[in-house]
């Protein structure tokens, strides 16, 4: 089904109710700041220089204090089982490795904390959706872009352990009357809750 696609509202839905330390993947310049509780200890991992520059200055206008790294979501220098929510919206299409970032996401997460996520996934295959988006992601390389639409993020997360009941998947209108298929909500891993927070 095609939703009116209202970002600021999917944003403050998600992010509103995150309590305790938050950690962000790929916070660009610091969109989803705003829309945090004033209470939350926020720490963000953006690899891009130039981003990370203006996120710093948008984290110090926030006030409540920030912390901003510089780092991958492949290799989080973040202690295991220490954050209550882990953040990342419209990433996974850049990453170098899905797999590896979504360990490094349940690595990081206090057991039975959230993964909260909103991504633009793969339309099926054969799909002329599908062939744009597989020219996108190749074109993008070269524009430095790195924005694979084309992957399958949902069966990824479920290789991850985590469960998707929380998530709910929306189309949004794309150029030339494409629909594309969207992922947003929060994601659990069953295996980890209740489990001790050492290791
Ligand atoms: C499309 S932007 C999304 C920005 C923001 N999260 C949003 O919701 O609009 C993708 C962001 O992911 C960052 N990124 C790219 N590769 C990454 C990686 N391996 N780990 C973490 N962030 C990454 C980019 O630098 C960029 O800031």
Partial sequence: MTTSFQPASLRAALLGPLRGTVLELGP??????????????????????????????????????????????????????SVDAVVATFVLCSVDDVTAALAEIRRV??????????EHVAAPEGSWVRRGQDGWARASRWFGAQCRPNRSIGPAIERAGFALAEVHRFVVPGPLGAGIPHLAGAAVCPADTGKGTTS
């Fill in 28 to 81: 660009g310049t610091g969109v989803n700041l705003p829309y945090y509780a004033p209470g939350v200890t926020w720490i963000g991992v953006e690899p891009d220089a130039r981003r990370r520059a203006r996120l710093a200055t948008a984290v110090a206008r926030r006030g409540g204090g920030g912390e901003v790294l510089a780092g991958r979501a492949e290799r989080l220098d973040v202690p295991a089982h």
């Fill in 109 to 118: 997460l206090r057991p039975g904390a959230r993964y909260v996520l909103a």
